[in-house]
């Protein structure tokens, strides 16, 4: 299981008088957020909304009250696998139209989460080593620079996890094999490194191919 502190991770950008995103270009970089999660095991990303959200926009802080729209990005190149359903009032969206791809889902702002509230996402195909970063679309208190009150949130481009490195702690070894086949027996989602919505011999391969080469390219 890895987790992803968008403090850290994650800047934002608004793209006023739109209702949702349409493409990896409708993400843009700026200041930063506060308090708001994700935590990723295997195909399934929960996000956690905390109890005082904030994005800040030209040294200003804003309350987040609606988080309304959840994407994994690809920076360059298309997924090779990308498929879900809707899970209640949120629609799965996928969108590889101009440079990138973005696969999530999305709701409108009344039926998004309020801060202190989490949801868990479930993609039925998903590669992970595909993805580059989160992208969120986000509801504020307050106007935003130029009018609106939306957000689109991305994280600055970043390695994806190391298939090889599979229980992520920084070394690639025996214990990343131990780990890896207690998963893999036990049919864990985690053990679907090669995104194929399957837990089968596949798998193995596209571990020890890395693990062997002692890294991932």
Same mark, same amino acid.
Not at 98 to 101: L, M, N, Y
């Given at each position: 299981m890895?987790k992803?502190s968008?403090?850290?991770?994650?800047?934002?950008?608004?793209?006023?008088?739109?209702?949702?995103?349409?493409?990896r270009?409708s993400?843009?970089?700026?200041?930063?957020?506060n308090?708001?999660?994700v935590?990723?095991?295997?195909?399934t990303?929960?996000?956690y909304?905390g109890? =005082?959200p904030?994005?800040t926009?030209?040294?200003?802080?804003?309350?987040?009250?609606?988080? @309304? &729209? +959840?994407?994994?990005?690809? $920076?360059?190149?298309?997924?090779?696998?990308?498929?879900?359903?809707?899970?209640?009032?949120?629609?799965?969206?996928r969108?590889?139209a101009?440079?990138?791809?973005i696969?999530?889902?999305?709701t409108?702002?009344?039926?998004?989460?309020d801060p202190?509230? =989490?949801?868990?996402?479930?993609?039925?195909?998903?590669?992970e080593?595909d993805?580059d970063? @989160? &992208? +969120?679309?986000?509801?504020? $208190?307050?106007?935003?620079?130029?009018?609106g009150?939306?957000f689109?949130?991305?994280?600055?481009?970043?390695?994806p996890?190391?298939?090889?490195?599979?229980n992520q702690?920084?070394?690639?070894d025996?214990?990343?094999?131990?780990?890896?086949?207690?998963?893999?027996?036990?049919?864990?989602?985690?053990a679907?490194?090669?995104?194929?919505?399957?837990?089968? &011999?596949?798998?193995?391969?596209?571990f020890f191919d890395?693990?062997?080469?002692?890294?991932c390219?």
């Open positions: 890895f992803f968008l403090t850290a991770l994650l800047a934002v950008a608004a793209l006023n008088g739109q209702a949702a995103a349409q493409s270009n993400f843009q970089v700026i200041d930063g957020v308090d708001l999660e935590e990723n095991s295997g195909r990303y929960t996000v909304v109890p =005082s904030t994005v926009v030209g040294g200003v802080d804003y309350p987040i009250n609606s988080v @309304f &729209g +959840f994407w994994c990005l690809s $920076d360059d190149n298309n997924y090779t696998q990308c498929d879900g359903s809707d899970v209640g009032d949120w629609t799965f969206h969108n590889s101009s440079t990138g791809d696969g999530g889902w999305k409108n702002p009344n039926l998004g989460l202190g509230e =989490s949801m868990a996402f479930t993609f039925s195909q998903f590669k080593s993805r970063g @989160f &992208g +969120f679309h986000v509801r504020v $208190d307050g106007t935003l620079p130029g009018g009150n939306t689109y949130i991305t994280g600055p481009s970043f390695q996890p190391c298939i090889a490195d599979y702690d920084g070394g690639i025996g214990a990343d094999v131990e780990t890896f086949f207690a998963d893999w027996e036990a049919g864990s989602p985690g679907d490194v090669n995104g194929d919505g399957g837990v089968d &011999g596949a798998d193995v391969q596209a890395p693990w062997k080469a002692g890294g390219v």
